[in-house]
Nanobody, 123 residues
Framework: VQLQASGGGLVQAGGSLRLSCVAS????????PAWYRQAPGKERELVAR???????ILSEVVKGRFAISRDNDRRTVYLQMNNVKPEDTGDYYC??????????????????WGRGTLVTVSS
């Protein structure tokens, strides 16, 4: 597993939570990062994506409440969740292109997925 998500938990409606997605190897760098979520009984959906020019794409239902960001070393991606709602409950997954260099060889995994981290919002 190249990406490791954490930070999920139980939070009351109106509260905040910050999810982290860390590259599992110090050589790995994350490009085109995104967060998805999957609510019980529903399909996985895009929550936020960070584009290469620094702009972000946010799902309409989280605009104004969530933000995606990345460390300058491109090894950690965050999802800041503010004013959470019960409908934000679900498993949250990070996704991104992971690249690394071994000797003189460049490697890349397109669209790598991390294991989910569960967010539960109580009303």
């Amino acid at each position: 597993v190249q990406l490791q998500a954490s930070g999920g938990g139980l939070v009351q409606a109106g509260g905040s939570l910050r999810l982290s997605c860390v590259a599992s190897d110090t050589r790995f760098r994350i490009s085109d990062p995104a967060w998805y979520r999957q609510a019980p009984g529903k399909e996985r959906e895009l929550v936020a994506r960070l584009l290469s020019d620094g702009t972000t794409i946010l799902s309409e239902v989280v605009k104004g409440r969530f933000a995606i960001s990345r460390d300058n070393d491109r090894r950690t991606v965050y999802l800041q969740m503010n004013n959470v709602k019960p409908e934000d409950t679900g498993d949250y997954y990070c996704n991104g292109d992971v690249s690394w260099t071994s000797g003189s060889v460049h490697h890349e995994t397109i669209g790598s997925w991390g294991r989910g981290t569960l967010v539960t919002v109580s009303s």
